[in-house]
């Protein structure tokens, strides 16, 4: 299956419900119509996972994840997904009000795909995303050509 912006399913990791309004309305516009899921702290997001290998539900393709909210924060939910093998490689884009080097270097050695700063207009999540669908789409042609030929 190729991945575009028509199928891919993104989990929104966020407090602040006003920039998620606008995210979640700009990347509509943008044609990101599948799915968003909202999920406000990492503990929701931990749970929700949680909840997912239980239950062999569908992982989100991406997750957005913002570096500071209430609970458990978003280094600390990175971290703690880490740890469990089968979300090792979930692709997470961070989302930071701040461009922090220390957050920046921090995520990166968690294996991140992409550190974003928040902007009104989003267009840089917006270009996140589309790097991530254009890496998924490059590593599943890849996968698929190799056992084609194997």
Known sequence: MTLTRE??????????????????ITLKRAGFTYRVTHLRHGEIALQYFRYVKAT???????????INMPLIGGVEALKRLREESSFRDLPVIMLSGADQPDNRRMTTRLGIFRFVKKQPNSANVI??????????????NTETVGAAGA
């Open 127 to 140: 270009s996140a995303l589309d790097d991530f669908i254009g890496f998924y789409n490059r590593v599943a």
């Open 56 to 66: 062999g539900s569908v992982v989100p393709h991406v997750v957005l994840l913002d």
């Open 7 to 24: 199928t891919l399913h993104i989990l929104l990791v966020d407090d602040d419900d006003a920039d998620c309004d606008l995210l979640i």
